[in-house]
């Protein structure tokens, strides 16, 4: 590991629980991966579902309008992406939406983003859009229908792993750059769980903790997408350019993920009284919605090229061996309108 303006800084705050160093690792103003120029797309280091196919995203939007009528058209309507990396999503969403009209002239898009970099980019990518806001917090919104959007925001979450060994509760420690270390704790931020390997989450509650509030305050519905499933045990992962290195070996200039245990997710919702659906493979939500008479649908506007590259992305989204059964999809609502 080369010698940096952020190694120094977390040498100099040693030793740091796994949880801390990961905030530092990854929103250090100056050194974080976030802050950095460039993260998302196939010339970096990781590719979202947005960026693979805009069928995703089609998906998305039709279930988003589905909801809505469902709960009998309320006005106005928030429509907020968590951590909306360079915007794509959103924007497929937003164009989706213009062909409902009394849907999309009482929307107010919202982004909640704390990269510098990727609100920049969000900006550009989303420029057609005069009315979007960017926020920091969930609590600045007082009124209006919420409808939340989470695609790959809780695995870059910071996390605190914690094992059960027969002498006692071990928690992950920093203790120098080179290895996790594991020490004996008394008090973990929650219950422990029944598993041998776990994590628990501050930024979790913090955000399952604004989500319930902001439904509170007023109903809502959102979907959560992400890869992981019950239980997932120590998964923690550096990546860098689509590749696995080492946690240590490029601090700031690799994404530090993790899976996201969804058992332990869905309990965080329940204990704030906010319905859970699923979670289920995104593979049979894909389906469920409409990705395959999608792509038929839009095989009379394509060239033949064109058609089988949907295809293929499709394909990766949907298929066990690729996106469709380690991603997971689950639904929330809460509120006036969800209780």
């Known amino acids: 590991m080369d010698a940096t303006p952020l190694s120094h800084k977390i040498l100099a705050r040693l030793p740091l629980p796994l949880e ?59 429509l907020i992406e968590l951590g909306a990396g360079q915007g794509t999503m959103l924007k497929d969403i937003l164009a989706v939406l213009k062909s409902v009209p009394d849907f999309f002239h009482v929307l107010s898009p919202v982004i909640l983003e704390k990269s510098p970099t990727l609100i920049s980019q969000q900006r550009a990518t989303l420029k057609d859009y005069p009315n979007m806001s960017w926020i920091s917090s969930l609590e600045v919104i007082e009124k209006g229908y919420s409808i939340i959007l989470a695609n790959e925001f809780f695995d870059a979450l910071p996390i605190q792993y914690y094992r059960s060994t027969t002498q006692g509760l071990e928690q992950a ?53 992400d890869y992981g499933n019950e239980a997932p045990g120590f998964t923690l992962q550096a990546i860098k350019n ?25 309990s965080l919702f329940i204990d704030q009284k906010v319905n859970v659906l699923g979670p289920i493979n995104q593979s049979d939500f894909l389906k469920e919605i409409g990705i395959v008479e999608a792509l038929e649908n839009l095989k009379v506007k394509l060239s033949a090229k064109a058609y089988i590259n949907h295809t293929l992305a499709m394909h990766r989204l949907i298929s066990a061996a690729e996106m469709g059964e380690l991603f997971k999809v689950m639904a929330i609502q809460g509120g006036s309108n969800g209780r």
């Open 20 to 78: 801390e160093f990961m905030e530092i690792v990854m929103y250090d103003a100056e050194g974080g991966y976030y802050s950095q120029s460039s993260v998302i797309g196939k010339q970096h280091d990781f590719i979202t579902a947005p960026e693979i196919s805009p069928l995703f995203s089609h998906c998305l939007a039709q279930w988003c309008i589905d909801q809505w009528m469902n709960m009998g058209k309320p006005t106005p309507v928030n």
């Open 242 to 266: 689509h590749k696995k290195i080492g946690i240590f070996e490029e601090l700031g200039k690799s994404d530090l993920t993790h899976h996201v245990d969804f058992c332990y997710l869905k």
């Open 173 to 225: 420690m920093v203790t120098d750059l080179s290895q996790i270390s594991w020490t004996k704790v008394n008090n973990p931020l929650f219950p422990p769980s029944n598993q041998s390997i776990y994590f628990q989450s501050r930024a979790y509650k913090i955000f399952v903790d604004q989500i319930a509030n902001l439904f509170q305050k007023t109903g809502g519905f959102g979907l959560i997408i």
